[in-house]
């Protein structure tokens, strides 16, 4: 086992600043594949992923701060300070903040073990396969869908 409290600057911290950064709390190594912990930080008119659903886990985002915009099995919907969003396997989903203020999300992921795929992605270059990235984890994503958000809220990857 780790530490057994953190604080607000504890964690490894990765990705781009004008992006969406992750800062690692729970390894799901340290209990045992079963829950990993992962904070979002989201700048302003970033978005987190493109559309994707993944087959082994499922997500629970709480938000700390700002707004987060989420589109959801073709649903859209903007979650506050507070709100708890469920995304379960197998749903294509995909989150953003679409406002002008930061914005602050602790993601639980259960079964862990996704996060990993997090810090590669946040130390990728443009230039990765993200479909070939992405299938030994359980995961697809969806780029051409993802375009129409990326125009409408003027949204980046960082």
Same mark, same amino acid.
């Given at each position: 086992?780790?530490?057994?409290?953190?604080?607000?600057?504890?964690?490894?911290?990765?990705?781009?600043?004008?992006?969406?950064?992750?800062?690692?709390?729970?390894?799901?190594?340290?209990?045992?594949?079963?829950?990993?912990?992962?904070?979002?930080?989201?700048?302003?008119?970033?978005?987190?992923?493109?559309?994707?659903?993944?087959?082994?886990? %499922? $997500?629970?985002?709480?938000? /700390? =701060?700002?707004?987060?915009?989420?589109?959801? &099995?073709?649903?859209?919907? +903007?979650?506050?300070?507070?709100?708890?969003?469920?995304?379960?396997?197998?749903?294509?989903?995909?989150?953003?903040?679409?406002? %002008? $203020?930061?914005?602050?999300? /602790? =993601?639980?992921?259960?079964?862990?073990?996704? &996060?990993?795929?997090?810090? +590669?992605?946040?130390?990728?270059?443009?230039?990765?396969?993200?479909?070939?990235?992405?299938?030994?984890?359980?995961?697809?994503? %969806?780029?051409?869908?993802?375009?129409?958000?990326?125009?409408?809220?003027?949204?980046?990857?960082?």
């Amino acid at each position: 086992m780790t530490r057994r409290v953190l604080g607000p600057r504890d964690g490894l911290v990765l990705g781009p600043k004008a992006g969406v950064r992750d800062r690692f709390l729970v390894d799901s190594a340290d209990w045992g594949g079963n829950l990993a912990v992962v904070e979002h930080l989201l700048a302003p008119h970033a978005i987190a992923a493109p559309l994707h659903r993944h087959t082994q886990e %499922d $997500e629970f985002s709480l938000i /700390l =701060e700002g707004r987060v915009w989420f589109l959801a &099995e073709g649903q859209e919907v +903007v979650a506050g300070v507070g709100d708890l969003v469920f995304k379960p396997r197998h749903e294509w989903h995909t989150f953003w903040n679409a406002g %002008d $203020e930061p914005a602050r999300v /602790l =993601e639980l992921i259960t079964p862990g073990g996704l &996060e990993e795929a997090f810090k +590669v992605l946040d130390t990728a270059t443009d230039e990765v396969d993200l479909d070939a990235f992405m299938a030994p984890y359980g995961c697809e994503a %969806d780029m051409a869908a993802t375009l129409p958000l990326l125009e409408r809220y003027g949204l980046t990857f960082g």
